[in-house]
């Protein structure tokens, strides 16, 4: 089984920045998309951001320009570096990877527990 370890959360001011990591734990054979979604209280999940195993990326209109997902392969590591912070990012952040544990295994989606982001003064 794979689990995802999150960190970097917390609460910062406005205008300010917050960088997410998030690894997966295990020995996988491949690690496809990684990414995080986002859920503010009383609103639907919202991918935020995802990469590609080669680094292709794609954000939600939300947060670009701002944001930036990078990943480190030999790590099993995705990255959330989060700019210009406002209120409206508040919100429990959770990672996901789309992972292939063996040579010709079904691939299948893990989650992170999720980590709490809170913009506030």
């Known amino acids: 089984q794979v689990s995802l370890v999150e960190s970097g959360g917390g609460l910062v001011q406005p205008g300010g920045s917050l960088r997410l990591s998030c690894a997966a734990s295990e020995t996988i054979f491949i690690v496809y998309d990684m990414g995080w979604y986002r859920q503010a209280p009383g609103k639907q999940r919202e991918l935020v951001a995802r990469?590609?195993?080669?680094?292709?990326?794609d954000y939600s209109d939300s947060v670009k320009g701002r944001f930036t997902i990078s990943r480190d392969n030999a790590k099993r590591t995705v990255y959330l570096q989060m700019n210009s912070l406002n209120a409206e990012d508040t919100a429990v952040y959770s990672c996901?990877?789309?992972?292939?544990?063996?040579?010709?295994?079904?691939?299948?989606?893990?989650w992170g527990q999720g980590t709490q982001v809170t913009v506030s003064s």
């Open positions: 996901y990877a789309r992972v292939q544990l063996r040579a010709g295994s079904t691939p299948s989606d893990y």
């Open positions: 990469i590609s195993r080669i680094s292709i990326t």
